[in-house]
């Protein structure tokens, strides 16, 4: 977690020239090897989705689902669509964005005014605790997938409306990871325990303090977080007791919303986790690719990659991928006009 504020400097344009540069997003990612099959698909068409209508969604992190006992079992969930996936081609891409970059947004706007409702099954995997311990990689690892876990339906999503007023239901949104209701709590992640702070940490610094009294924040029960004015303060809160414990005007805890117990032994430590698996998976992603999809992921990443000046930066990144699959790494070495022998002996000094 304490990359996260660094790879989000990376990924944006460079203070000096406020140009987002393939030089740093690499010369970072290069130090990254976790990221491999997080670059892999987002350089795959998967990364350019048509629209919002036809692509799927995930909770990237496993979350716990606590019972009334405490008991509890770490889930990922995620967003189906029923319209299915389409994504964009690169030579697809200027023609469509060159036009509008509101082409999703217009698409599904227009959809929902036909009444054509787009609609999304959300499902779940579920792992009990005792399982985590029989996989070869970590499965509270956020770069991870949990191939083989059964998807188990639980609802749907049906889009019937749009915003009557984009700025107060959509730029005023305060979007975090830790808002969670009881019976859902956060896991161990350590990518998503970092993020558990800096989400709200933003969202304090954009909308200020109050945030949770806009309407479109304002949860079904009263908050009660004790901030005394301040921006955005509209709840009109009154009398001279802003905190607790209190005699004066105590307020009553649900046992209930209390977070479940987990057992730890050990030390605190700051090193990596111990089953890393850093490329197997994109590995795999990029050989369920079609004969075209695997074309399109080359042209792609090799044409950021051509820009990198730093060799060490470049070869780092190129022996990722050819240690993932050796015919991707293969494909992009020749794509970039690299040292083939140089970035195969780069993969096989690497460790999974």
Known sequence: AIKFPDMIHALKPDPVTNVQEPERVFDFFSHVPEATAMLTRVYSNYG??????????????????????????????????????RNLRPQEIPLIQGKSTAHATVDLYESIKAGKFPRWDLTV??????????????????????????????GTMTLDRVPDNFFEATEQVALAPGNLVPGIEASEDRMLQGRLFSYIDTQHHRLGANFQSLPINKPLVPVRNHQ?????????????????????????EDPNARSSNLPLTGTTQQQRIAKT????????????????????????????????????????????????????????????????????????????
Request: aromatic fraction near 8%; glycine fraction near 8%.
């Open 48 to 85: 350019t989705p048509a629209n919002y209508r036809q692509m799927d969604g995930s909770s990237v992190h496993a979350l716990k689902l606590v019972n009334a006992k405490g008991e509890y079992v770490y889930a990922k969930f995620a967003w189906k669509s029923r319209q299915g996936e």
């Open 125 to 154: 995997q579920v792992l009990k605790p005792q399982e985590l311990d029989k996989f070869d990689f970590d499965p509270l690892d956020a770069t991870k997938i949990w191939p083989g876990i059964p998807e188990r339906k639980v």
């Open 228 to 252: 005394q004015d301040g921006q955005g303060n509209i709840d009109g809160r009154k009398g001279s007791v802003n905190y607790q414990p209190s005699r004066l005007a105590p307020l009553v």
């Open 277 to 352: 698996l850093n490329f197997r998976q994109a590995g795999e992603f990029y050989r369920s690719l079609s004969a075209q999809d695997r074309d399109d992921l080359i042209a792609n990443l090799s044409g950021d990659l051509k820009r990198v000046q730093n060799v060490d930066s470049r070869d780092t990144m190129l022996s990722h991928f050819w240690k993932a699959d050796a015919d991707y790494g293969k494909r992009l070495v020749k794509a970039v006009g690299g040292d083939a022998a140089k970035i195969a002996a780069l993969a096989a000094a690497l460790k999974e």
